[in-house]
């Protein structure tokens, strides 16, 4: 599996704007899918946004479709989440997550293997 490392949290504004960036080590980065998840407190992890092995689809959660963008970097083994309009409820800790298939990332997150280790995301009103 990919180790996956996550940077670029922090507390913001409502309205305001956070890039979140997750480094990839261990495999070929290009063999995965990737995508980032978030939790609240008191909730489940839900998914965000993902992308296929070479950015060539993305699918987003209705609840930031139009305010934030994923987008990779084969070559530096990265991918990133680019978040606008940030709302309150969008705190959380984001996890940035890899697997072999994008359709495995939106259908079965439990399989999962690849994790980072989370970067929290605070919006304030």
């Known amino acids: 599996q990919v180790q996956l490392v996550e940077s670029g949290g922090g507390l913001v504004q409502a309205g305001g704007s956070l890039r979140l960036s997750c480094v990839a080590s261990?495999?070929?980065?290009?063999?995965?899918?990737a995508g980032w998840f978030r939790q609240a407190p008191g909730k489940e992890r839900e998914f965000v946004a993902a992308?296929?092995?070479?950015?060539?689809?993305?699918y987003y959660a209705d609840s930031v479709k139009g305010r934030f963008t994923i987008s990779r970097d084969n070559a530096k083994n990265t991918v990133h989440l680019q978040m606008n309009s940030l709302k309150p409820e969008d705190t959380a800790v984001y996890y940035c997550?890899?697997?072999?298939?994008?359709?495995?990332?939106?259908?079965?997150?439990?399989?999962?293997?690849?994790w980072g280790q989370g970067t929290q995301v605070t919006v304030s009103s």
């Open positions: 261990g495999r070929t980065f290009s063999n995965y899918a």
């Open positions: 997550a890899a697997t072999g298939s994008i359709q495995t990332m939106m259908s079965s997150p439990q399989v999962i293997a690849s």
């Open positions: 992308t296929s092995w070479n950015g060539g689809r993305t």
